[in-house]
């Protein structure tokens, strides 16, 4: 049985939310591989490439965000009180570091000396002036809150597959594209 359609997102809804997925795994996967190469060409190309992308996170946000408030959600999952609860937590979690951690990296490459000029063509304004102390502090804030928006994402996608595979509610034909899942 398909959901019908106010039991599924919007299209538009839809393609946010994976687009975000995508780039959010990928960013968290550059990341962690950029970190561990040896200064070189490589290196300063992936660093350009993760704020590129990381800045497209935080304008994609922000239009998901503006989207949601004009749109209403399908209803909630059916299910434990708890489960609701901690759906709602995990939704909002998300969106908090969907905006903070793009934004304290920004502000990490700020402070470190290093604008970003988006796809190298648009040159983003400095948050704060240049200063090494508060540019090991943000770099440290950037990768802690990188590792938070793993974790969420984590509990986010294993929450969605219990509920696919385990309840087998196809609660997951909400947010897949087409008819659904």
């Known amino acids: 049985m398909t ?3 106010r039991h599924r997102y919007d299209l538009l809804s839809i393609a946010l939310h994976w687009l975000m997925a995508l780039a959010i795994i990928g960013l968290l996967g550059v990341g962690l591989y950029m970190v ?3 200064f070189s060409m490589s290196r300063l190309k992936l660093y350009n490439w993760h704020k590129w992308a990381g800045m497209t996170v935080l304008a994609l946000a922000a239009l998901r ?3 949601s408030l004009r749109r209403l959600a399908p209803a909630a999952a059916p299910g434990p009180r708890w489960q609701q609860v901690a759906a709602h937590a995990v ?3 998300l969106y908090l570091f969907f905006f903070a951690v793009p934004l304290a990296g920004w502000t990490y490459s700020s402070a470190a000396g290093f604008p970003i000029v988006w796809f ?3 040159p983003l304004p400095d948050l704060v002036a240049p200063d090494p102390a508060l540019a090991e502090t943000l770099k440290a804030t950037h990768r802690w809150l990188a590792y938070g928006l793993a974790a969420v994402v984590a509990a986010h996608v294993a929450a969605a597959l219990k509920h696919q595979f385990v309840d087998r ?4 034909a909400r947010m897949w594209p087409g008819r659904g899942a």
Do not use: A, V
């Open 36 to 38: 561990s190469l040896p």
């Open 169 to 172: 509610d196809r609660l997951l």
């Open 65 to 67: 965000l503006l989207w």
């Open 3 to 5: 959901p019908s359609p």
């Open 91 to 93: 939704h909002g979690l």
């Open 120 to 122: 190298g063509l648009l």
